[in-house]
């Protein structure tokens, strides 16, 4: 009796993979620092601030892309909260940059300029941890992953799913908004954190500070990225997309679907929470809007653009999307929601599998029509006498009419 052979682990990147992995990271860690720093600004190849700003936000917003692609693309949960979790990862970054700035505010006072206004005389107990870097780090992964941890354990657990879990994510942070634009919860208000100075102690607004976020940004989106691809070759992401096409079929077959779901939900979670980790201080800003039910909505919208259950989809579509919204908002602002809705229209009606999708399907037609064996048949077409069928015959002389 012969024994079972199961397949071999497929690699993790295939070698084309591999090299536009390492070129991205050579963009990212030198091709840019070299083009915004060393390049001076009148020539046509310099990488002006504006850009390395602008990159880096999307850059962030790519990692919430691949966020959601995770828990929406592989395991079939859409998600329309996750701006919460980035909104977390944000005010946790945001905390630590209020210390820094010390008595260089406007009031010259230990506390931030916002508690001095509303005349608070000690910090918040939950701002104890603010002042050292270590915690902040700690906080940024911890906040979201808790909060992400807490509710999906009593969604998933009630086994709510489908449109029902998408409304009960956007009403929580609909109320997370609402609890954050109140004064007395001390995180500024409407306003929120700005005005930052510092960061370990080294000046924000320079020039060399900017590029050193952009790398780090763009290193935490490709590690990101190895982590989910990871993920999914696993045993662990095979459940998750057994569960996405049949969850009641995987119970039939003795796995208990709750551990993987609230594991993925906890893991995209604290993925967006570095994303606006990396965020604010790079844009120099965070307040209640960021979670707002559109941009939640958003980060479902690159996702779908680019791509489900892609991978680099969701990476691509966020930087198509917010590289339209940028220019848009610019030359044509009062459309731009015009056509946000009627981007997603169209890939929801005309390009279901997104723009990675669309060119995979071309590029396995085009195979298709050319198959690797054809040009053997013409050399041996060749070697034989026979003319290929792709040259036209030559008529003898006594044939012509």
């Not at 504006?50 to 998600?79: P, Q, R």
């Not at 906080?139 to 009593?154: E, M, Q, R």
């Not at 929601?337 to 999708?357: D, E, K, Q, S, W």
């Not at 085009?366 to 048949?377: H, S, T």
């Amino acid at each position: 009796m012969s024994s079972l052979v199961l397949p071999s682990k497929a690699p993790l990147l295939s070698g084309r993979g591999w090299t536009a992995f390492f070129v991205a990271l050579i963009a990212v860690c030198a091709l840019a620092p070299v083009l915004n720093l060393l390049v001076p600004a009148g020539s046509a190849l310099h990488m002006s601030d504006y850009a390395v700003a602008l990159v880096g936000k999307i850059m962030c917003y790519a990692i919430c892309a691949l966020a959601m692609d995770l828990i929406w693309g592989y395991t079939g949960i859409l998600s329309l909260g996750h701006g919460l979790f980035f909104a977390l990862g944000g005010y946790m970054m945001g905390m630590y940059l209020m210390r820094q700035i010390g008595r260089d505010g406007n009031y010259k006072s230990d506390l931030p300029d916002f508690m001095v206004f509303l005349d608070w005389k000690t910090l918040p107990w939950h701002w104890t941890l603010s002042d050292s870097f270590v915690a902040t780090l700690i906080l940024i992964v911890a906040v979201p992953g808790l909060v992400a941890f807490v509710f999906g354990f009593f969604a998933f657990r009630s086994r709510i799913k489908g449109v029902y879990f998408s409304i009960i994510t956007q009403a929580m942070t609909f109320a997370a908004m609402l609890l954050f634009f109140r004064n007395e919860t001390g995180f500024g208000g409407n306003n929120g954190f700005t005005d930052f100075k510092r960061i370990l102690g080294a000046p924000i607004a320079t020039q060399e500070m900017r590029m050193t976020l952009f790398a780090l940004t763009g290193l935490s989106l490709l590690g990101f990225f190895l982590l989910s691809k990871w993920l999914i070759a696993s045993k662990f992401g095979r459940v998750l997309q057994a569960i996405r096409d049949a969850e009641s079929r995987v119970m039939f077959s003795g796995y208990n679907p709750l551990p993987y779901k609230l594991t993925i939900w906890v893991v995209s979670a604290v993925m967006c929470g570095v994303a606006g980790a990396l965020y604010v201080p790079q844009v120099g800003i965070i307040n209640p809007g960021e979670m707002s039910a559109a941009n939640s909505i958003e980060i479902a919208i690159w996702a779908a653009v680019g791509g489900r259950a892609t991978l680099i989809g969701p990476i691509v579509g966020a930087f198509i999307v917010n590289g339209a919204k940028s220019w848009l908002t610019v030359a044509y602002p009062e459309y731009w929601l015009y056509f946000l809705g009627a981007l997603f229209i169209a890939v929801t009606l005309f390009l279901p599998n997104g723009i990675v999708g669309l060119v995979r399907k071309l590029a396995s037609r085009k195979k298709r029509e050319r198959p690797a064996d054809e040009p053997r048949k013409r050399a041996v077409a060749l070697e034989q006498g026979a003319e290929p069928a792709s040259m036209p015959a030559v008529p003898a002389e006594g044939a012509r009419a």
